[in-house]
């Protein structure tokens, strides 16, 4: 019973989060992290590696500014990963089942893992 | 072991045995747990037929239920990709990663029929991404610091 109240819970904090990151997402509007105060990667502080997400701030900056080359060459998974998300949102599951079938969902945690090492092995 | 029942055109539960014998269903009511491959009357599922023996009670409806409701499929356990995606890729958080696997492995056990299985994998999508929601603020603060 207290692992089917997690659903409650969560629906709360996304509403926390999604608060969270409005404001960062409107903060990096009018501010480039490259010079004013950011949020740091933590992974990238503990290993010096680049995580799946490293660059995104300076893309979503980039974005901002109108340059789609500057913000896919900060992160170039960025903005893929926010139109899947925003798929899975706007899209119902019915007319959409190939979303949730588990070997799409499988590929796409893949995809992201390899990202991930990727970009570190060729620096991008 | 948990109980799904579908009342007044309805899906219900999931319910323990106990609770299920106090929600004043009768034998006709459809039933189903993980194990049965499809709705059935509470008075002929096994683990429920002994509560509901033939002639015990008074049967109100004599008529059987329609025929649809023994076919429906269970409601699909919610696989939190949305969510999962933009922490991954906006926290940075082990747990995210881990969240699209169990919302994976959730979907696949609900294609085969296990919806209990699939309840259960959902539910631990929900906590990771909990986790991740709880754990970033303190991760990115403390251990990553801000940009000056």
């Known amino acids: ?124 | 072991m948990k109980i799904w029942i579908h009342r007044n055109g309805v899906q219900e539960g999931p319910y323990d045995l106990p609770d299920l014998l106090n929600l004043g269903i009768n034998a006709t009511t459809p039933v189903w747990y993980q194990g049965l491959a499809q709705w059935m009357p509470a008075g002929v599922a096994p683990m429920t037929a002994p509560f509901f023996p033939p002639g015990a009670a008074p049967q109100p409806q004599p008529q059987p239920q329609p025929q649809q409701v023994f076919v429906q499929q269970m409601r699909r356990p919610s696989t939190y990709m949305a969510w999962s995606i933009l922490l991954t890729i906006l926290c940075c958080s082990p747990f995210a990663i881990a969240a699209i696997i169990t919302g994976a492995v959730s979907a696949s056990r609900y294609n085969t029929g296990d919806y209990s299985g699939a309840q259960t994998m959902s539910d631990i999508t929900a906590w990771l991404l909990i986790i991740t929601i709880v754990l970033s603020p303190f991760t990115m603060f403390f251990l990553g610091g801000l940009w000056f």
Not at chain 1, 58 to 81: K, M, Q, T, Y
Not at chain 1, 117 to 123: H, K, P
């Open chain 1, 1 to 124: 019973m207290v692992l089917a109240d997690a659903h409650r819970l969560l629906r709360i904090l996304t509403v926390v989060a999604a608060v969270g990151i409005i404001a960062v997402v409107v903060y990096l509007a009018t501010h480039n992290p490259e010079s004013a105060p950011a949020l740091r990667c933590p992974f990238k502080a503990l290993t010096g590696y680049d995580c799946p997400g490293c660059g995104s701030q300076r893309a979503i900056h980039a974005l901002f500014c109108g340059d789609f080359a500057a913000s896919w060459r900060f992160n170039a998974a960025l903005l893929p990963a926010l139109t899947l998300a925003l798929i899975y949102i706007v899209v119902p599951s019915r007319h959409a089942a190939v979303l949730y079938r588990p070997g799409f969902i499988y590929a796409v945690a893949i995809a992201i893992v390899a990202w991930w090492i990727l970009r570190n092995l060729l620096s991008i």
